[in-house]
């Protein structure tokens, strides 16, 4: 019998050994298969990705960078690492990458620890008006262990308010600013953020964790050249592992390495660090170009689709990836209708909006995307049919009879448009 480690596994010996987490596996497969996600940090990973963050690798530990372990046994690792590293710096044309962070949230803080001592002054875009529980927002770390000041969004346009960001950053003259979101549907201004930062003497971070792929793939601008540090996880639009990213110039290679390591955390996973590998030689070609492009059209098409069934959208459409939508003229909660959606085949979350009224956990709006459903190569048309659902599901969020129908109709296109990794699903 072959060791149920070695790197052949398959869910066959998955399900020899545990039936109830290979049953679980199975479910999520199908759910993955069925559903419309549109949950915009979500997205489908290639299966060499996933081949590389389950293989082999997983099983040596590596403390240190390449050339420079910790522990023996280190060849293929530092080969894996350094592919990782040099093809993310030629990707987006950075001088330094670092690929350990375990995701974005430990990348934002290893960013902390190396321009950042407690009680410092940092700002960033606030989670009320779209941007990161780790841009300083009060029940994170970020928020407890800095003095933290936050920016948002104009209330009559829900687009960044610049006036109050340069008074802010005059005032409070912080060490660390933070631009990026995630939940912004709209092109973040990086020059002007540079130009702001650069004023104050601050660090201008870019956190572009949710349109890393669409910068990758040239549809959204790049910080590169405005922002001396960038921070990113490696999924949603980028179409990699669960993992972490830190881009920057030549002169902060050597804090944000410290930061990282020994600052914040041991070994590097490196299955991942070889997905992140994979997924950035895929990020080059001409394909994930045209697949960038798509997301954005794909979510202007959708955008356009659930104006027409009376939703009112905030920035009153989108840039990117993603659409939030505010349900407060229809009188439907963001809870009830992402659920009712659920139920009706739509996975989408619901989010707060700027300015809503309502408690964080039963708020007013609805968040989603077009990554994943672009992944399976749905385009325009579909997207007008999507739209069309949603308006028919928040219309009536309790018509079960209806909400069954459209989950049917819902898996019946899918069938047409097979997940990558899922294709013996269909049919």
Request: aromatic share 6%; glycine share 10%.
């Amino acid at each position: 019998m072959r060791l149920l480690y070695a790197a052949d596994m398959t869910l066959a010996s998955l399900e020899q050994v545990d039936p109830e987490i290979h049953s679980h596996v199975l479910a999520e497969e199908r759910r993955e298969h069925e559903k419309l996600r549109m949950i915009p940090s979500e997205n489908y990973a290639p299966p060499a990705v996933m081949a590389a963050c389950g293989s082999v690798l997983n099983n040596k530990y590596s403390e240190g960078y390449a050339g420079r372990r910790y522990y023996e046994g280190q060849a293929e690792i530092d080969a894996v690492e350094r592919l990782a590293c040099e093809r993310l710096e030629t990707l987006f044309g950075v001088d330094h990458a670092n690929v350990q962070p375990y995701s974005g949230s430990p990348a934002n803080l290893a960013v902390y620890l190396a321009f950042a001592k407690p009680g410092d002054t940092v700002m960033g875009m606030g989670l009320p008006s779209g941007g990161h529980l780790t841009h300083g927002w009060k029940v994170s770390i970020s928020g407890k262990f800095f003095n933290a000041v936050q920016y948002g969004v104009k209330r009559e346009d829900q687009r960044i308010d610049f006036d109050q960001v340069a008074t802010l950053a005059r005032e409070h003259r912080p060490k660390l600013m933070f631009c990026g979101a995630t939940a912004y549907p709209r092109t973040i201004d990086f020059p002007r953020f540079a130009e702001i930062a650069r004023d104050v003497g601050a660090v201008l971070v870019a956190d572009i964790a949710h349109i890393s792929g669409l910068v990758a793939g040239g549809a959204h601008p790049s910080p590169v050249g405005h922002a001396g540090v960038i921070t990113s996880t490696t999924h949603k639009t980028f179409r990699g592992p669960r993992g972490g990213m830190i881009l920057c110039d030549a002169e902060h290679k050597k804090a944000i390495d410290r930061a990282v390591f020994p600052g914040l955390q041991g070994g590097p996973h490196n299955g991942t660090t070889a997905g992140i590998a994979v997924a950035a030689k895929l990020a080059s070609t001409e394909d994930f170009r045209t697949y960038a492009a798509a997301v954005i059209a794909n979510a202007r098409a959708l955008a356009e689709s659930l104006l027409e069934g009376g939703f009112d959208l905030v920035t009153g459409g989108t840039d990117n990836h993603l659409i939030l939508a505010d349900l407060t003229a229809q009188g439907v909660p963001g809870k009830v209708a992402a659920q009712a959606l659920d139920r009706a085949g739509i996975v989408t979350n619901y989010n707060s909006v700027p300015f809503d009224p309502r408690k964080p956990f039963d708020p007013s709006g609805l968040r989603l995307g077009t990554p994943a459903l672009t992944s399976r190569g749905l385009g325009v048309a579909e997207m007008k049919r999507v739209g069309a659902w949603m308006a028919e599901v928040v219309a009536a969020p309790e018509d079960e009879a209806r909400i069954a129908a459209i989950a049917a109709e819902v898996r019946e296109m899918l069938e047409d448009f097979p997940a990558p990794g899922l294709e013996h699903l269909a049919g």
